[in-house]
């Protein structure tokens, strides 16, 4: 093999997966909101059930817990609230608006 750095960098479906399950999106997880807007938008995820999906895709369905179901459902509900004025679709290296 040849020397020199490796970078992985992980699929914005498992980045969000990764998101949601952490579900910090109010107070200190401003931030993560603003995240899971974009990529929620990208990967063309437009409710709750969607969301859901994605996760148990990458942990077990006894791993997506209410508490985990309830965040995305509020998530959601901010969505709504908020609107998406400000949040375009982000591009996550060379992916844009095509669906996944």
């Given at each position: 093999?040849?020397?020199?750095?490796r970078v992985?960098?992980?699929?914005?479906e498992y980045m969000c997966?990764l998101?949601?399950i952490a579900?910090r999106?109010?107070?200190?997880?401003?931030?993560?909101?603003?995240?899971?807007?974009n990529l929620?938008?990208?990967?063309?995820l437009?409710?709750?059930?969607?969301a859901?999906a994605?996760?148990s895709?990458?942990y077990?369905?006894g791993?997506?817990s209410?508490?985990?179901e309830?965040?995305?459902?509020?998530?959601y509900?901010?969505?709504?609230?908020r609107g998406a004025?400000?949040v375009?679709?982000p591009?996550?290296f060379?992916?844009?608006g095509?669906p996944?």
């Open positions: 093999s040849e020397p020199g750095l992985y960098v992980p699929s914005p997966a998101k949601l579900l999106i109010e107070g200190s997880g401003a931030k993560d909101y603003e995240d899971l807007a929620t938008a990208l990967l063309h437009n409710t709750p059930a969607e859901v994605l996760v895709r990458f077990s369905r791993e997506v209410g508490r985990v309830n965040g995305i459902k509020r998530l509900e901010l969505f709504e609230e004025a400000g375009s679709t591009t996550y060379g992916r844009g095509e996944c």
